[in-house]
């Protein structure tokens, strides 16, 4: 079950209110970047490529996979719980969204999604989150440059993964 209840929230321009909010957008390149690019969002190769562990019950986001990030080195990992809430593949469009179960540090849901524009291929990350855990609490600011972060590191691993 869902820690929050604006499932799927991510799709909508307008996010929740009472959550940290992230949006951050890249051109990564042309249309030859597209199948790629979208590719390696849909199978988590890109988070793969920043060196998160990604436990999937499948090969591909599709809505109701449930999927653990860790971060971390060794024993000291992070496991973060989610399930995929929705997910998009086609010539123009491809990502997915995940939200967060009982026993992920934070609270909410993060969108990957490219998208083909003008000849153009964008990278999007979209994400509403709250601390769940008392050390998201204590760190909030750590987690939220963390977050931006993140976005960046993703978009430069798409970067490699599609040159």
Known sequence: ?????EVG??????LPSGYNHLRYRTELGGPETMAPAAEAVLTFAAQRAIGVRMDA???RAVPG??????????????????EVVWAEDTAERAGYAYGTLAGHPECGEESFLLELVDGR??????AFSRPARWYTRLGSYAVVA????YARLL?????RLTA
């Open 9 to 14: 929230a991510t799709r909508d321009a307008v």
């Open 1 to 5: 079950m869902f820690t929050y209840a």
């Open 155 to 159: 978009a430069r691993a798409l970067r």
């Open 57 to 59: 019950a499948g090969p």
């Open 121 to 126: 291929v964008w990278f999007s990350v979209t």
């Open 146 to 149: 963390f977050q931006h972060l």
């Open 65 to 82: 996979l449930r999927v653990t990030s860790g971060l971390g080195f060794a024993n000291l990992r992070i496991k973060a719980p989610c």
